[in-house]
């Protein structure tokens, strides 16, 4: 199947067509090429299986960010209805985000059945959805109410003079305190529309061209707060939105299937009682029976990259034993240094095997990913291994250090 082979990897809607161009599937993804192919390479249920035999176009339409994929997906889906997409019609438990028609406009998350009844009673200036992941659409709001603030505040809770914590924060413009400012405020709501539209170019032009009117006019302070939200436009940090391990939204457990995992760590305190753990997970599980401990021999002082490379040049000793099948993915508890000496080991045994790294960030808030992630695995999994190789490592090192003091 040559379907998925010329796309691009990048954030975006792709639209799986029949034989008569008709739209079978409407799906979003932060890499299109990786997504899209995990349909072809992959067993999956009798609902996708069926879906996969009938597709003979692909079209994709990229855009810049997860964000406006999320919001694409959801448009496309209400106005095509595609018959594989069956659990997005049934819209009353999805949430909508919709844009009061008030003085002060609020942008709400509603449910679709709240939605429907309200109807009557409250008009709308915009409404967007319904959206099929609600914690993707709440992330979506979060990221967005930091560039353009707005008001949840109903009409009775406007100019109260006390300031909500969202206005401590910068996330609320502060009608609950006072209602100047109603003007640029209706500017911003304006803005988030254009957004959640796509028009995010035109959004960009207008802030330029406002930021240079700004400078004319020495209004340094209003162009530096254009230009900061300019910024903050072109480096959405979204990719949290859309998870690479869900396949259209009938897929939980597709991703991983038939595929062997293993991950290794390290653990010693300065080169002392250094041991050295595998774990390998099996269809995205546990697969304990398979965990073996490595004794470090030819190495006491710190260097977890030279252990690493004992440990997994004596594991690679068993490939091709019953009793030690070859891994599809490694995941390696460390950086780039583990990465490479990992890939040297494998290289030197002449196999071709996939291996990820897991860092912790500067921060250590965040995971880094050093190379690539395969089609047939995704980041929530990687950790969980990560994760329990540590677990399994610190375990055997505290056995053997306490072997070690005992009389």
Known sequence: MTLYRNLPETPGVYLMKGAKGSILYVGKAVNLKRRVSSYFLRPHDSRIEKLVKEIRKIEVRKTATAIEALILEADLIKKHQPPFNIREKDDKSFPYVVITKERFPRVL????KDLKQRDAGTRYSAIHGPFTSPSSIR????ILRKIFPWSVHSMKEIGKGKPCFDAQIGLCPGFCVAVEGREEYLKTIRD??????????????NFEREMREASKKLEFEKAEKIRRRILALQHIQDVALVKENEIGNYESGIKNYGTRIEGFDISNISGASAVGAMVVFENGKPSKRWYRKFRIRTLKKPNDVGMLKEMLSRRFRH?????W???DLILIDGGVGQVRVARDVLKAAGLSIPVVGIAKGPTRKKNDII?????????????R????????????????????FLP
Do not use: Q, S
């Open 109 to 112: 998350l509603i449910r679709g």
């Open 139 to 142: 992330e979506a709001l979060r």
């Open 385 to 404: 291994v990560r994760d329990e190789a540590h677990r399994f490592a610190i375990t055997y090192h505290k056995k053997v250090r306490k072997a070690e």
């Open 325 to 327: 099948p070859k891994p």
């Open 371 to 383: 190379g690539r992630i395969p089609g047939f695995a995704d980041e929530t999994t990687l950790v």
């Open 319 to 323: 490939t091709g034993e019953e009793n």
């Open 192 to 205: 988030l529309k254009l957004l959640l539209e796509g028009k995010r170019e035109k959004i960009m032009k």
